[in-house]
């Protein structure tokens, strides 16, 4: 049941997809608020999209903007009393088969780490970069993974709603990226959907280890071995698996994304029979 107190907690408190919107609305209008405003000091800015940007690019241009928004974020949990929560270990888990999308994530992340030209990327850039992923991977699963799956479970969502909520609101937030990049509506439509197959797999392994920790720390080393992968490639075989990183994630997305309702409903359906036989 959701919580009907008053005030700054009770209102979040409440939860439903509608705050949880609200929310990570407000996350993304702070955001790209603190990443203007230091653009403004340093304007030539390189990004977590495949540019060959330098270090110093990276730092300013990701790095710095979305480390002062997980203060902001982690100042925003402590003031609605989530920190212990969110942090916690979840009570509802997860099914053998939901381990798929760790193992393809990883196994996509390790190939891409091992075919990566070091040499010409230097150092300091591969470290910037990895900086960066690190607080991007924390920053948007405390949200996504975080915030909006706690909240929809505070209004007693199922589990089918939580886990397309927090993937829906995650892929929509790239939607953004059509106006902040030149990357266009087309390649920004592509991320969309591949960003929702990816949320999905995140929820996922969110389940399937109980603990929030874990989709952040496959989400830090999701984007920094890609984009580096993308813009400094090295010859090695393995390489491929990142080249066709996004079919692979989204095609294991959708499929898992089906068996999650497939088995969900099946649970709800023996839980009703149950209830009804002992009633």
């Known amino acids: 049941m959701a919580d009907r107190s008053t005030g700054w907690k009770g209102f979040w408190n409440r939860g439903g997809f509608w705050r949880a919107l609200l929310l990570s609305v407000l996350y993304l209008g702070v955001y790209l608020l603190i990443g203007f405003l230091l653009g403004l000091m340093a304007p030539e800015g390189g990004d977590l999209r495949g540019e060959k940007g330098s270090a ?30 969110l942090f916690a270990r979840q009570s509802l888990g997860g099914r053998g088969w939901m381990w798929i999308a760790l193992i393809v994530v990883l196994a996509i992340n390790v190939a891409a780490l091992f075919s990566i030209d070091y040499a010409e990327a230097g150092l300091v850039l591969v470290f910037t970069w990895l900086l960066a992923g690190l607080f991007v991977g924390f920053v948007e699963e405390l949200v996504t993974r975080g915030f909006v799956v706690n909240m929809m479970r505070k ?13 829906g609101i995650f892929a929509a937030l790239h939607l953004v990226n059509a106006f902040t990049t030149s990357q266009g509506i087309v390649v920004t439509l592509e991320q969309v959907v591949y960003t929702f197959a990816f949320g999905i797999c995140m929820y996922l392994i969110l389940r399937v280890t109980r603990t929030l920790i874990a989709p952040m720390l496959v989400h830090a080393s999701t984007d920094p071995v890609l984009f580096l992968h993308g813009s400094y490639p090295s010859t090695s075989i393995l390489g491929l698996l990142p080249t066709l990183s996004t079919y692979l994630v989204v095609a294991t997305g959708i499929i898992l994304m089906i068996v999650l309702i497939v088995s969900e409903r099946r649970r709800t359906a023996q839980h009703n029979l149950a209830g009804a036989a002992s009633s």
């Open 56 to 85: 110093a690019d990276v730092f300013f241009a990701t790095a710095l903007p979305i480390i002062l928004t997980s203060a902001l974020l982690i100042a925003f949990a402590a003031s609605v009393g989530w920190l212990r929560e």
């Open 155 to 167: 209004a007693g969502h199922g589990e089918i709603a939580v886990a397309l909520a927090s993937a």
